[in-house]
T-cell receptor
Framework: DAKTTQPPSMDCAEGRAANLPCNHS???????VYWYRQIHSQGPQYIIH???NNETNEMASLIITEDRKSSTLILPHATLRDTAVYYC????????????FGGGTRVLVKP | EAGVVQSPRYKIIEKKQPVAFWCNPI?????LYWYLQNLGQGPELLIR????????DSQLPKDRFSAERLKGVDSTLKIQPAELGDSAVYLC???????????FGQGTRLTVV
């Protein structure tokens, strides 16, 4: 599976949009981009995933560049409860559902 | 619908003692995973099951770790004997097939003293 690069940490203001970048320059054509988050003392929680097109659900939006070498997770209105470690993962469907986690981005939402 | 249930939530044992963790996946989920998470790091896959068959156990330290998933539902992960370096959070996850998102339990925090 391709490796991803994320900033180790970032702060954002409550009520503002949080934009979390992820680089995956070696992504293959059959690899999906997945985002998970992990709130303190809990297991990882699925947020969203996509292949080529931008995706949106009730939690977030995923913007994937046209060359697919990077993506951005957008939390439209960050709340204090969004404070967590956010993991960007690329995964080959053929490998089963193996998720290879990196270090993630520690996001702190401040009042 | 209940999520992935793990027990115990916390466990403290002395080194060289055995320990077991239990996981009940989401009903109907055929795929089950055990992950290990060290402090400040992302989870690492230990073993993946498709029904009762272990299809990926390459990262499981087989000299002291074992796992089973009898009847393709609940699973148990065992460590015998435990070492100080085994202190970590052990996470269980499940998914409905090999191509969908995985749902994680809250994990078992193991402390070996």
């Amino acid at each position: 599976d391709a490796k991803t690069t994320q900033p180790p940490s970032m702060d954002c203001a409550e009520g503002r949009a949080a934009n979390l970048p992820c680089n995956h320059s070696t992504i293959s054509g059959n690899e999906y981009v997945y985002w998970y988050r992990q709130i303190h003392s809990q297991g990882p929680q699925y947020i969203i995933h996509g292949l080529k097109n931008n995706e949106t659900n009730e939690m977030a939006s995923l913007i994937i560049t046209e060359d697919r070498k990077s993506s951005t997770l957008i939390l439209p209105h960050a709340t204090l409860r969004d404070t967590a470690v956010y993991y960007c993962i690329v995964r080959v469907q053929a490998a089963g559902n193996k998720l290879t986690f990196g270090g993630g981005t520690r996001v702190l939402v401040k009042p | 619908e209940a999520g992935v249930v793990q027990s115990p939530r916390y466990k403290i044992i002395e080194k060289k003692q055995p320990v077991a963790f239990w996981c009940n996946p989401i009903s109907g989920h055929n795929t089950l995973y055990w992950y290990l998470q060290n402090l400040g790091q992302g989870p690492e896959l230990l073993i993946r099951y498709e029904n009762e068959e272990a299809v990926d156990d390459s990262q499981l330290p087989k000299d002291r770790f074992s796992a089973e998933r009898l009847k393709g539902v609940d699973s148990t992960l065992k460590i015998q004997p435990a070492e100080l370096g085994d202190s970590a959070v052990y996470l269980c996850a499940s998914s409905s097939d090999t191509n969908t998102e995985a749902f994680f339990g809250q994990g078992t925090r193991l402390t070996v003293v």
